[in-house]
């Protein structure tokens, strides 16, 4: 047998490698957003003598702004991996890659909409858990909490997909291959 492997014959991904990447890329992204923060609102923030990028402290606009910036370095992370190798850097060390239905690489259309619908299900979650800080209300965390199954909901679905994709799979019609060990 080939030691090179169809990319029509490898594989889909696991859950489990998949998560692995996830968290590994994590990290990278959380360092990204810190240097993103460091380098381009902490000026503005001293400059404007405040101590947060909150609507209180320094407006909406400049809320807004540091809330878009977050969102574009947290896609261009993605974006442009996926688009250049299919691999981040976990996926790389977890040994999965992203490739177009047709075993083509990924678009930046599909990489906007992979990245979107993973995304889009845990909004509802995180934005009830910060209105349940704000309100310091149980309740409220609570319904953030359940609501946190939408977002696993999207991960689990590819139980059911006899191609094993998850709902960003999909919906950007895309699909996250297990590379063979070298």
Wanted: proline share 4%.
């Amino acid at each position: 047998m080939s030691q090179v492997q169809s990319v029509s014959t490898l594989p889909p991904a696991g859950l489990f490698s998949r998560l692995g990447a996830l968290v590994s890329d994590s990290f990278v992204v959380f360092g990204l957003l810190a240097l993103s923060t460091l380098f381009l609102f902490v000026p503005v923030l001293s400059m404007l003598g405040k101590k947060a990028m909150t609507p209180s402290e320094v407006g909406w606009a400049w809320s807004l702004l540091y809330f878009a910036v977050m969102l574009s370095v947290w896609f261009g992370f993605y974006g442009y991996f996926w688009t250049r190798s299919g691999q981040t850097i976990g996926m790389r060390a977890w040994r999965i890659r992203v490739e177009s239905q047709q075993a083509g690489s990924v678009k930046w259309s599909q990489a906007l909409k992979r990245w979107l619908s993973a995304a889009v299900p845990w909004l509802p979650c995180f934005l009830l858990l910060i209105l349940a800080e704000r309100e310091h209300s149980k309740l409220l965390e609570r319904a953030g909490q359940g609501l946190s199954l939408l977002g696993f909901a999207a991960w689990l679905v590819m139980y059911a997909d006899p191609a094993k994709r998850t709902w960003h799979d999909r919906t950007s019609n895309t699909r996250v291959i297990k590379l063979p060990k070298l």
